[in-house]
């Protein structure tokens, strides 16, 4: 398929570095199936509290591995950029942080092989706030305690999201469609849409494909949603068409979970 855009060169490594990564994966993940901890409670957690409410949140974090393990949890700000992932920031150091609304009820512990901790995480909103949406989230760092294992001893880190929605103040939302992306030799093609908006939200898309007679021979949905915090790209994948070649013309509606609707139609050479 083909919409018009560049193609992609592909560089291909040397021999040297293709026979040293498949070792080191095998080292490290090693490693982690004896030493592991795991959060059971979900890596996001969406609240909307009304300004000067509170809601507590139950995180579940349990060792997995066969080593004791040392826990520090973390309260940090986030950021996405489109091509670059995550970043973590010192607490409060954004214009979209809560950082400074968390409460953690215990910050540091140990967990014995097979043992899970509960760990209450409560979001304090003021009652001056002004903006439609906010993010911190909680690192979750871990490596065996000083007498469990001896030599390489790795840090695990996870980052539990906490993203806010002001239930009184309606957020900016804009979706933008970016590219298509197409892998020839995988069952699925995919269209990648950054968030420019300034609220967090979950998307579903739903796309067709026209011939040049206005026939629909494609219509399918994206293989499942997926959520995006301000200006984060995401690809939402839908099963590849099994149509002849030719020219059609694509069009894709986009559903978030609050009801609102995006549309992109293009041209497009499958």
């Known amino acids: 398929m083909s919409s018009g855009a560049p193609s992609v060169p592909v560089y291909s490594s040397k021999t040297i570095s293709a026979m040293k990564i498949p070792l080191i994966l095998t080292c490290l993940a090693g490693w982690a199936l004896n030493a592991q901890i795991i959060v059971q409670s979900g890596l996001t957690h969406r609240l909307e509290v009304a300004p000067g409410g509170s809601e507590t949140v139950p995180v579940s974090i349990k060792n997995v591995g066969a080593w ?34 968390l409460q953690l009820e215990q910050d540091y512990f140990s967990l014995e092989p097979g043992e899970e901790k509960l760990v209450k995480v409560k979001i304090n909103c003021p009652a001056s706030v002004q903006k439609a949406g906010a993010r911190a ?103 590849k068409p099994n149509i002849p070649k030719g020219d059609y013309q694509m069009v894709v509606v986009s559903e978030t979970d609050e009801g609102e609707r995006f549309g992109v139609t293009q041209k497009v050479q499958w």
């Open 68 to 101: 004791a393990m040392d826990c520090h949890l973390e309260i940090s700000d986030v950021r996405s950029t489109c091509d670059s992932g995550y970043q973590y920031l010192s607490a409060g150091t954004t214009a979209e942080s809560c950082a400074d609304w």
């Open 137 to 239: 989230c909680v690192l979750v760092n871990s490596k065996p305690t000083v007498d469990s294992v001896q030599g390489l001893k790795v840090r695990v880190r996870y980052a539990i999201n906490f993203l806010y929605r002001n239930p009184f103040i309606p957020g900016e939302v804009a979706l933008y469609a970016q590219r298509i992306e197409m892998q020839q030799n995988q069952p699925f093609w995919g269209l990648r849409f950054q968030n420019m908006g300034n609220v967090d939200r979950i998307v579903r898309s739903y796309a067709k494909l026209i011939n040049s007679e206005g026939k629909v021979v494609y219509s399918e949905q994206s293989e499942k949603p997926r959520g995006f915090i301000p200006n984060q790209c995401r690809t939402l994948r839908f099963p």
